[in-house]
């Protein structure tokens, strides 16, 4: 079926290296993709946001790229901190008639060595 | 700024008994979203509302059952819990249909 999915359960990196996290979808129909951030038992926190008519999107110390042509959307978080450790969701939005909930990706867990 | 908040945080009830999740929007969101999470899972949509009507129904139990009030908060009712019910409940609110979801801290529904 359908699905949102990420390429790398985990990723290690050291404190000021950047990191990438990587994430696939199989609707060629999306048309909204976020990110989430979340830490162990709270919510999944707002990060960043792109729609399908953009290919790369900044904010603070983080940058989103969507590539269309291979269904590919990846999340890139600039000098690393202990405190971006977390797990990282992508979801997608299927926009369009009635249908507005977030389907999720496996999460990637992202830790940050000092 | 406020965020979208859930009550309560924690909650442990027994086989079969009922169990009533509450959701308070962030002020002028008039969208919310209901999620299920699983240990180790991604969150699973449940059900939404727009304008205090069902918008959209997911992967929802029959015998799971919500409403939106003219406040705009949500109440999830759920009966008959099993043990597979225990896990986190979050609420999400959006201004508006199609626009970025911002999450509660949950409920952590625990059957025993």
């Known amino acids: 079926g359908e699905s949102v999915g990420l390429h790398l359960p985990t990723l290690s990196v050291q404190e000021g290296d950047n990191s990438i996290i990587n994430c696939a979808y199989s609707?060629?129909?999306?048309?909204?993709f976020i990110w989430y951030k979340q830490e162990s038992g709270k919510g999944p926190q707002f990060i960043i946001d792109?729609?399908?008519?953009?290919d790369k999107r900044q904010g603070q110390r983080v940058t989103v790229l969507l590539n269309k042509t291979v269904k590919h959307l990846s999340l890139q978080i600039a000098a690393t901190q202990p405190g971006d450790s977390a797990v990282y969701f992508c979801?997608?939005?299927?926009?369009?008639?009635?249908?507005?909930?977030?389907?999720f990706g496996k999460g990637t867990l992202l830790t940050v060595n000092p | 700024a406020a965020g979208v908040i859930q009550s309560p945080r924690h909650l442990i009830k027994e086989k079969r008994e009922t169990a009533t999740l509450k959701c308070y929007p962030i002020?002028?969101?008039?969208?919310v979203y209901w999620y299920q999470q699983g240990p180790g899972q991604d969150p699973q949509f449940l059900i939404s509302?727009?304008?205090?009507?069902?918008?959209d129904k997911g992967s929802i139990p029959d015998r799971f059952s919500a409403q939106q009030f003219s406040d705009y908060h949500s109440e999830l009712n759920m009966s008959s819990l099993e043990l597979g019910d225990s896990a986190l409940y979050f609420c999400?609110?959006?201004?508006?249909?199609?626009?970025?979801?911002?999450f509660g801290p949950g409920t952590r529904l625990t059957v025993t």
């Open positions: 999400a609110s959006s201004l508006l249909r199609g626009y970025e979801q911002y």
């Open positions: 609707n060629s129909a999306s048309d909204y």
């Open positions: 792109i729609r399908s008519n953009m």
């Open positions: 979801a997608e939005n299927r926009s369009g008639g009635s249908n507005y909930k977030l389907t």
């Open positions: 002020p002028r969101h008039d969208t």
């Open positions: 509302f727009y304008e205090k009507m069902q918008s």
